[in-house]
């Protein structure tokens, strides 16, 4: 048993607390004055909170805040109201980039998402239920969390957080104690205490650069519909894999790039450039706006009852 050094002293529970409330008001300083209210015009009506990323007026919020708007209202902390276009939303993972009619006074830096640990600081900021320019506090509960978006697809790499969010949060910026934004807030689960989420910053970053530079949202296609199924022991042993699941295409997309790869339906899919696919999801995942144009190694389990490599060239999905 080692010794105790006898001059060791308590921390003051005082100091401690006053170091954790100014963490966190030096970063609501920073970021706060670039949060928005976005109200819809036309259409349905509904709010929520947005934030500028620069000084020309690009501002992020949720897909589900715009909605099917063209129109919204910006609101800053100051007062002003300035009308925005809708420059495009992403369904598939809950973002949307509006573009005011004119500059704002503050912006806010999309941070690393990936530099996240759990129990890092987590600030939420937003006009929940119409308390305009909240703040709420809590931790990074978990990280690399799914979770369905509108259109189905699986949204990864989202964050978790015991910051209190409500109805009208939606939107707003999830800050770090650096002043950084590391996520979108974008849900809440009813009748939970304490669980909220976030899509992370570098998501977002990449959603917000697509749409700058394309329009919209680049994903790949190759040309067939699937479904996650178990998959039989003894093609696993076969392929030496311990996968469980996997893909099996249901159907091909007469001249797509699985057709032209030769793929049949029946196939199994269980692997993309060396990465395992144990579902649906997988393949939706994998096929970004990155492959497009570049050859993809599929490893299949062939109808005809043997493993082969098939090389396809994903294309834009329209």
Known sequence: MGLIDKNITAADDGALID?????????????????????????RGGHGSGFAISPDGLIVTNNHVVDDAKLVLITTPDGSVMEGR?????????????????????WARLGD????????????????????WTVTAGIVSALGRSMRS???????????????LNPGNSGGPLVSSGGEVIGVNTAVIQGAQSIAFAVASNTANVVVSEILR????????????????ELPRRIALEAGTGQTTSVRIR?????????????????YILAIDGIP???????????????????????????????????????TRS
């Open 113 to 132: 998402s990936k530099r996240l640990r759990r129990g890092h600081i987590a600030i939420a900021i937003g006009n929940p239920l119409g308390f305009e």
């Open 150 to 164: 509108a259109s189905g697809r699986l949204m990864d790499d989202v964050i978790q957080t015991d910051a209190a």
């Open 19 to 43: 170091a954790y409330s100014q963490s966190i008001a030096s970063a609501v300083d920073m970021v706060g004055a670039a949060v928005s209210r976005i109200e819809r015009v036309g259409g």
């Open 214 to 229: 394309y329009g919209y949202v680049r994903r790949a296609f190759i040309g067939i519909a699937g479904d996650t199924i």
């Open 277 to 315: 696919v144990g579902g649906v999801d997988d393949i939706v995942r994998l096929m970004s706006g990155d492959r497009i144009g570049q050859d993809t190694d599929l490893l299949v389990f062939s109808v005809a009852g043997r493993l082969e490599k098939r090389t396809l060239l994903p294309v």
């Open 251 to 267: 159907r091909i997309e007469p001249g797509g790039p699985a057709e032209r790869a030769g793929l049949r339906d029946g196939d």
């Open 86 to 106: 809708v420059l495009e939303r992403d369904v598939d993972t809950d973002i949307a980039l509006i573009r005011a009619n004119s500059s704002v006074s503050a």
